[in-house]
C-alpha cells in the first residue's frame, strides 16, 4: 500500500466513515475509495482532492505528503483562509481565467518550490480529456496573470475565444508564438495574454 492509500484508510477509520459513506461525500464509487487506499490507483483526480480532503477532515497538503503536520494541524491549515494557492481547471474557454469560476480546491503555499512561494500566482490543472501544448498529463502549472507580453516565455493566450498555451519569442520588436512541436508564426494581432507560466509541479503520488 503507497502512503497516501495509507492516509486515506488511515483518517477514514479514524474519523468512523465506512468506503460506501465516503464514496458518497466524495462522488465517486466505494471501489474507487478500495483502490485508492490499496494502491492499484495511485493518484486522486484534481477534482476529487478537495471534497475527499474535506470529508476526511483535513487538508490537501496532508493527503499529497506534508508529513510535517497532523491531522488537526492540517484542517486548521485546510480551514484557513490565508496561504493558500487555489488551484483552477483549465479549459478553452476562456470564461475559466475570467474570475467566474471557482477554484479546483487549494493545497498550502509550504507545498510549492520556494521560488514560487513569493509570486502571487495560482495553479492550473486539465481534466484527462484535456489536452494543451506544453502542459504534459497530470502535471499542475503555476501561473501569474499577464497583461501583456514583457518578455519571452511560455503564455496561456486568447486567441479567437480560445485558450491555447504558446511559448512567446521576442526580438527587436518582432514577437513569434511557437507550439510544442517548434511550428512558429508571427503573433496574431488579436491573440491577447492571459498567464504567464512559471513552471510546472507534479503532485505527488505517495
Known amino acids: 500500500m503507497n502512503k497516501l492509500g495509507e492516509r486515506i484508510r488511515d483518517l477514514r477509520e479514524q474519523a468512523g466513515i465506512s468506503k460506501a459513506a465516503l464514496a458518497r461525500r466524495v462522488g ?22 478537495g471534497p475527499l480532503s474535506k470529508a476526511l477532515g483535513c487538508s490537501v497538503g496532508y493527503l499529497l505528503g506534508d508529513s510535517r503536520m497532523s491531522v488537526s494541524e492540517t484542517k486548521a ?6 496561504n ?3 488551484i483552477y481547471q483549465l479549459t478553452q474557454n476562456p470564461e475559466c481565467l475570467g474570475g467566474k469560476t471557482a ?8 507545498l510549492l518550490p520556494d521560488y514560487w512561494k513569493a509570486i502571487k ?12 501544448d506544453f502542459f504534459g498529463h497530470g502535471e499542475w502549472l503555476f501561473v501569474v496573470p499577464a ?5 519571452s516565455g511560455l503564455y496561456v493566450v486568447e486567441e479567437q475565444r480560445q485558450l491555447k ?16 512541436q517548434g511550428r512558429r508564426e ?12 512559471m513552471g510546472s509541479m507534479t503532485p505527488m503520488s505517495l
Do not use: K, N
Open 77 to 82: 491549515v485546510y480551514d484557513a483562509s490565508t
Open 147 to 151: 497583461l501583456r507580453f514583457t518578455e
Open 165 to 180: 498555451i504558446r511559448r512567446l519569442l521576442l526580438d527587436d520588436g518582432q514577437c513569434d508564438a511557437e507550439d510544442s
Open 84 to 86: 493558500h494557492v487555489p
Open 186 to 197: 508571427s503573433l496574431a494581432v488579436h491573440c491577447l495574454p492571459r498567464a504567464r507560466v
Open 121 to 132: 500566482g495560482f495553479l492550473l490543472c486539465t481534466e484527462p480529456d484535456q489536452s494543451f
Open 28 to 49: 465517486v464509487s466505494d471501489v474507487t475509495i478500495s483502490y485508492w487506499e490499496s494502491g492499484a490507483i495511485q493518484r486522486v483526480g484534481h477534482s476529487r482532492l
Open 103 to 110: 477554484a479546483q480546491t487549494m493545497i498550502p503555499t509550504g
